[in-house]
């Protein structure tokens, strides 16, 4: 049976090459989401699922709050939003650690909060003292000057444009960021995370950019995400640098393969990581849960 597996799950890996923006169509990822799942004995849930109430405003609403950020990017040419939260008893009289928190292809800067009401689950987790209080940033990962989904997300040129978030991202919202709000400008208070395309985008930036971010997290990452061997070409500083790396995916999402490849590199390599496989597909109930367990353990 083992070498069955080792077979089946050999093939696989060899299929699964860093998908290119020219490539994504809506016909390439429904044969991404049919791909087959083959669960290891690894392939198991870290974490239970959070309280029945995780995702539901606390009384007298928001303990913390949402702004919003309006800086210019030279990449797009143009002004860009992203939403933030601002953790309960935010003051400009102390420092703040920083999480980007980065969406799928098919969402934008309101994604995470519209649907897994991201700012609720670090309200609750802040405000009974189960996580560190940390600011929250979240852009739209869409670096172009239209950047909305539009009518198909999967067009080349937009897909192309989470690619040019790279450059956005580190030279212009970060900069733009540390000067609007009361943080810490060193990688060791610097997060990146995201679901799906994001969760692509949150490894290959974050671990690129080790000097930038000292912690990653990467929920039912895409095919955009890069090979483990370009990821972390030398274990042994990713060893070192990385604070935390969480990597988790729903055992009933085909995209599970990409994660699964990333995760049997690190643990081979013996790279620390947080491997959490829940009974999900590739939908808000994962990613909701996930960001609740990693915001537990950011920054700590």
Not at 6 to 24: D, G, Y
Not at 149 to 155: D, L, M, W
Request: glycine content about 8%.
């Amino acid at each position: 049976m083992k070498t069955v597996f080792l077979s089946i799950f050999s093939c696989l890996t060899l299929a699964l090459a860093q998908e290119r923006p020219e490539e994504v169509s809506p016909e390439r990822a429904r044969e991404n989401f049919a791909r087959p799942v083959v669960l290891a004995a690894d392939d198991v849930r870290l974490f239970p699922e959070p309280p029945i109430n995780y995702r539901e405003a606390q009384g007298g609403g928001l303990k913390g709050r949402l702004d919003s950020l309006d800086y210019p990017s030279a990449v797009t040419g143009t002004r860009r939003k992203a939403q933030v939260y601002l953790p309960p008893g935010y003051t400009d009289a102390k420092k703040y650690p920083v999480l980007y928190l980065l969406h799928g292809i098919g969402g934008d800067e309101q994604e995470w909060t519209r649907l897994m009401k991201a700012h609720i689950i670090l309200d609750r987790l802040m405000s009974e003292g189960k996580a560190v209080p940390f600011i929250t940033v979240f852009p739209n990962g869409r670096a172009l000057a239209d950047d909305s989904p539009g009518s198909n997300p999967f067009e080349p040129h937009k897909a192309a444009g989470f690619a040019m978030f790279e450059k956005d991202l580190l030279d212009h919202l970060i900069p733009a960021v540390e000067g609007r709000f009361s943080t810490f400008t060193d990688r060791e208070h610097r997060a990146l995370a995201g679901l799906s395309m994001g969760g692509g985008q949150s490894l290959n930036f974050g671990l690129g950019h080790p000097e930038f971010f000292g912690s990653v997290g990467a929920f039912s990452a895409a095919p955009n995400t890069r090979s483990p061997e370009q990821l972390v070409p030398e274990p042994a500083v990713t060893r070192v640098r990385i604070r935390l790396l969480y990597i988790s995916c729903g055992n009933k999402d085909g995209l599970i393969n990409f994660s699964q490849r990333t995760h049997r590199y690190l643990r081979d390599h013996h790279v620390p990581h947080l491997w959490n496989v829940d009974d999900h597909g590739h939908d808000a109930e994962t990613w909701g849960s996930n960001l609740y367990h990693f915001a537990q353990r950011l920054f700590l």
